[in-house]
Protein backbone atom coordinates (compact mmCIF):
# COMPACT_ATOMS: atom_id res chain seq x y z
CA UNK A 1 0.00 0.00 0.00
CA UNK A 2 1.18 3.49 -0.94
CA UNK A 3 0.52 6.84 0.64
CA UNK A 4 -2.54 7.35 -1.24
CA UNK A 5 -4.03 3.73 -1.26
CA UNK A 6 -4.44 1.24 -2.95
CA UNK A 7 -5.50 1.52 -6.84
CA UNK A 8 -7.19 -0.02 -9.25
CA UNK A 9 -7.60 1.09 -13.07
CA UNK A 10 -5.99 4.64 -12.16
CA UNK A 11 -8.57 5.39 -9.24
CA UNK A 12 -6.91 5.51 -5.64
CA UNK A 13 -8.76 3.87 -3.27
CA UNK A 14 -7.80 4.70 0.46
CA UNK A 15 -9.62 1.75 1.67
CA UNK A 16 -9.25 -2.29 0.73
CA UNK A 17 -13.03 -2.91 1.48
CA UNK A 18 -14.06 0.14 -0.86
CA UNK A 19 -12.15 -1.29 -3.35
CA UNK A 20 -13.21 -4.95 -3.34
CA UNK A 21 -17.12 -3.39 -3.29
CA UNK A 22 -16.00 -1.29 -6.76
CA UNK A 23 -14.20 -4.29 -8.19
CA UNK A 24 -17.92 -6.68 -7.22
CA UNK A 25 -19.62 -3.74 -8.59
CA UNK A 26 -17.80 -4.08 -12.25
CA UNK A 27 -17.66 -7.45 -12.26
CA UNK A 28 -21.67 -7.51 -11.98
CA UNK A 29 -21.64 -5.22 -14.75
CA UNK A 30 -19.93 -7.08 -16.61
CA UNK A 31 -22.33 -10.53 -15.79
CA UNK A 32 -25.31 -8.13 -16.66
CA UNK A 33 -23.86 -7.05 -20.01
CA UNK A 34 -23.26 -10.36 -21.02
CA UNK A 35 -26.67 -11.49 -19.85
CA UNK A 36 -28.85 -9.00 -21.04
CA UNK A 37 -26.86 -7.11 -23.50
CA UNK A 38 -27.43 -4.10 -22.37
CA UNK A 39 -26.23 -1.42 -19.88
CA UNK A 40 -28.43 -0.13 -17.30
CA UNK A 41 -27.82 3.56 -18.79
CA UNK A 42 -28.69 2.29 -22.26
CA UNK A 43 -31.89 0.55 -20.92
CA UNK A 44 -32.90 3.83 -19.12
CA UNK A 45 -32.16 5.82 -21.90
CA UNK A 46 -33.83 4.14 -24.84
CA UNK A 47 -36.95 4.08 -22.39
CA UNK A 48 -36.73 -0.48 -22.53
CA UNK A 49 -37.62 0.15 -18.97
CA UNK A 50 -40.24 2.20 -17.15
CA UNK A 51 -40.24 3.45 -13.81
CA UNK A 52 -42.48 1.30 -12.40
CA UNK A 53 -40.40 -1.91 -13.66
CA UNK A 54 -37.37 -0.51 -11.80
CA UNK A 55 -39.71 -0.25 -8.53
CA UNK A 56 -40.76 -3.81 -9.15
CA UNK A 57 -37.16 -5.16 -9.56
CA UNK A 58 -35.75 -2.93 -6.39
CA UNK A 59 -38.84 -4.84 -4.63
CA UNK A 60 -38.17 -8.48 -5.61
CA UNK A 61 -34.58 -8.39 -4.89
CA UNK A 62 -35.33 -6.60 -1.56
CA UNK A 63 -37.40 -9.48 -0.78
CA UNK A 64 -34.66 -11.98 -2.11
CA UNK A 65 -32.21 -10.04 0.61
CA UNK A 66 -34.42 -10.89 3.14
CA UNK A 67 -35.10 -14.46 2.31
CA UNK A 68 -31.25 -14.69 1.90
CA UNK A 69 -30.66 -12.88 5.63
CA UNK A 70 -33.23 -15.07 6.97
CA UNK A 71 -31.62 -18.11 5.63
CA UNK A 72 -28.14 -17.25 6.90
CA UNK A 73 -29.44 -16.54 10.38
CA UNK A 74 -31.08 -19.67 10.40
CA UNK A 75 -27.44 -21.18 9.34
CA UNK A 76 -25.36 -19.65 12.31
CA UNK A 77 -27.71 -20.59 14.71
CA UNK A 78 -27.37 -24.38 13.73
CA UNK A 79 -23.35 -23.58 13.52
CA UNK A 80 -23.82 -22.17 16.78
CA UNK A 81 -25.66 -24.62 18.15
CA UNK A 82 -23.50 -27.32 17.20
CA UNK A 83 -20.67 -25.73 19.17
CA UNK A 84 -22.55 -25.34 22.23
Do not use: C, H, W
Not at 9 to 37: A, H, I, L, Q
Amino acid sequence: MNAKGFSSNGVEFRDPVVKRVVEKFRTRSDVGFEKYGTTLDEERTTKMKGLMKYLIDIQEELMDAVLYIQTAQEELKDILDEVS
